[in-house]
Every structure is written in structure tokens, then in C-alpha cells.
């Protein structure tokens, strides 16, 4: 409020000097100069208000705008990327699960047929090499199918790592690595296979 009182009083003042300064000269050819450079006088205090605006505060605003610029750029760029990650994850556990059961399909009838095995769950360790999706490991859970087979009559065979641990591998288990790693074009060491109701 002040800065206008300021500016109404400044105009005024002028106003006053340029009527007194009239009043005082006399009619000839000076009087028309007087008169116009109290005219742009008169228009340089009306005008000075936004003249103020463009030379102190255009820098302040002009720093503000471009500060709030950034920061909303820096909201969006991170929206992004949260959202670009949630599509990422989605999209990981979509070709997951859809490459899960073409494993499992592709095998199937087979594991049935030689073994009397039915997959229940299979789970996907996938790495990524020059962005192409690669197996790492797969863990298959299988169990018995029809009830036919007794799973817990496989034999164990026990290989000693050092003199106190020793580690008991499921012999039908290990062919069945074999057979699955053999079937889906991957090394033994990728495939784990776990047998459901086993010793």
C-alpha cells in the first residue's frame, strides 16, 4: 500500500511543478519544450511502477519461475521413473509366469509317462544380458502323479562334502534334473528339483 501511496504522490508533486513551471514562463517557444519534457516526465513516474517490475523484481521472478520449473521437472522426471519401474516389475512377472508355464507344458506328458511325476510349482530366477531375459535357475517342486508311485520308497544316496556334513541327494530326483535340464536346453546346475512328500 505504501508503494502506491507513494506513486499517487509523485504523479501529484509533478502534476504541481508542471502547472507552477507553466504559470511561470512565458508564452513563447520554450514554453512548448518545457511542456513536453514535463509531458515525458509526467510519463516516466506513471510508467514507473512497471518499470521497477521489469528491472528489480524480473530477475527475482524470473529465478523463482525457473526455480519451480525445475522442481516440477524433477516431480515429473521421478513419476516417471516410478512408473516406467511398475511397469518394468509387471511386465518381469508377466513374462515370468508366461514363461513358466510353457516350461511346464513342454515337459508335462513326458515327466509323467517316464517317472509318474507331475509338477506342482515352478519358480523362475531370471538374469538379463544385453537386455535379453536368461534363466539362471529354476526350482521345479514336483509330486506324485495318480497316486501310483510311493515317493518315499526312493533310495538316497549320501555324498560327504567334508568329514562332518554329508548331504543326502534323492537319486530319482537328480535324473529328474537331468531329464528336465536335458528337455529345456539348460545346464543340470540350473534346474533344482524338489520332491513333494519325500523323505
Known sequence: ?????????????????ATVLELLLPNSSMQ?????????ML????????????TEDFDAMLRSVTLNDSRTEIQMENSIETKKSEIQASNSAYIEE????????????????????EISGLSLALGE???????????VKVKEAN??????????????????EEIE???DAKKVAYFLA??????????????????
Open 182 to 199: 536335458d528337455e529345456w536346453k539348460l545346464y543340470p546346475n540350473q534346474v533344482g528339483v524338489e520332491v513333494e512328500g519325500g523323505k
Open 147 to 164: 497316486g501310483e508311485n510311493v515317493v518315499s520308497d526312493i533310495e538316497a544316496v549320501s555324498i560327504s562334502i567334508s568329514d562332518s
Open 43 to 54: 510519463m516516466a513516474v506513471i510508467l514507473s511502477p512497471l518499470l521497477t517490475i521489469f
Open 1 to 17: 500500500m505504501d508503494i502506491i501511496t507513494g506513486w499517487v504522490t509523485n504523479i501529484i508533486l509533478l502534476i504541481l511543478v
Open 98 to 117: 508366461q514363461m513358466a508355464v510353457q516350461l511346464k507344458s513342454q515337459v508335462e506328458k513326458e515327466l509323467r509317462e517316464q517317472f509318474n511325476l
Open 129 to 139: 544380458v544385453e537386455g535379453e531375459k536368461n534363466i539362471d535357475q529354476i526350482v
Open 169 to 171: 541327494i534323492d537319486t
Open 32 to 40: 512548448r519544450y518545457v511542456k513536453m519534457v514535463i509531458g515525458l
